[in-house]
């Protein structure tokens, strides 16, 4: 009995040890400056949330100093595309001190959810944020079903 | 009932569960020419209220909050709420009172101008 009491215990030492280990590999990793990704994740797309609220899907994106023109959306069925460039924004006649920011190209696709109505579809650029809101199509919504 | 309900919504209010937000310090470039130091910070999401600059005795603080609107329930989450802030040391000879901050497409660009005394000058050597 003893014996077993005893592996258990060093069982739990070895899953002690182990998460120790991780939260310190996730504070190493997030508290440097420069293994960070900034606002692009590690394939150099922007970072997406999705949230779905039943009728309609929302989407969105970290995209700093892109305007518009930069970006581009395509949609079919539930397969959507987003592509944008990032052009640099740093000054003519100026000496960089430090360069951090990346200005680059991307693309990312998604599979979203459900299909969607592509005609009803609102994309807002707001302070480098991205926000689509995706009306999902009629087929895909939610249906409230009436007990007789 | 009622009671029950006014448990759950003060156990909400509670300041102990709430949250402080992530601390993450934004991408930077900072450049330089004669007459000002250029500082570009990426900080996505971040309305202008939102936003405070603070240079104080040859130290400047960036600070910005970010809280996102949502509607539903999250299928996937990358970013999330965060305060962008970071501490820069700059030198002294920073004219203070025309420091001026434009934000553009969730970009902050801040213009810190030298002081005159500060300038580089060309010293002309004249010919006797």
């Known amino acids: 009995m003893w014996t077993r009491v005893n592996d258990i215990d060093r069982m739990f030492d070895a899953m002690d040890l182990f998460r120790s280990r991780l939260n310190r590999m996730f504070t190493d990793y997030s508290g440097a400056y420069g293994e960070d990704f900034g606002w692009r994740d590690m394939n150099g797309s922007p970072r997406t949330n999705l949230y779905d609220s039943g009728d309609t899907i929302q989407l969105i994106a970290e995209v700093p100093g892109l305007s518009k023109d930069d970006l581009n959306i395509r949609i079919q069925g539930n397969y959507l595309e987003l592509s944008g460039t990032r052009n640099s924004d740093a000054p003519q006649g100026y000496k960089a001190h430090r360069v951090e920011r990346d200005f680059t190209s991307f693309t990312r696709s998604f599979t979203l959810p459900a299909d969607v109505n592509a005609d009803k579809i609102e994309a807002v650029l707001h302070d480098g944020l991205l926000t689509l809101v995706l009306p999902k199509a009629e087929a895909a919504k939610p249906k409230q079903i009436s007990i007789s | 009932m009622k009671e029950a309900t006014d448990l759950t919504t003060r156990r909400e209010e509670m300041l102990e569960r709430r949250q402080e937000l ?67 040391s700059v030198p002294q000879s920073i004219e203070v009172t025309k420091v001026n901050a434009e934000l553009k497409e969730g970009v902050l660009k801040l213009h810190l101008p030298k002081a005159e005394a500060a300038k580089s000058r060309t010293i002309k050597i004249s010919s006797v």
């Open chain 2, 22 to 88: 992530p601390r993450i310090a934004p991408m930077v470039d900072i450049f330089e020419n004669d007459d000002e130091i250029l500082l570009h910070a990426d900080m996505p999401g971040v309305a202008k209220e939102n936003i405070t600059v603070n240079v104080d005795n040859g130290r400047l603080e960036i600070s910005g909050t970010r809280r996102l609107q949502t509607k539903g329930s999250s299928s996937w989450q990358e970013f999330g709420d965060v305060e962008y802030r970071r501490v820069f």
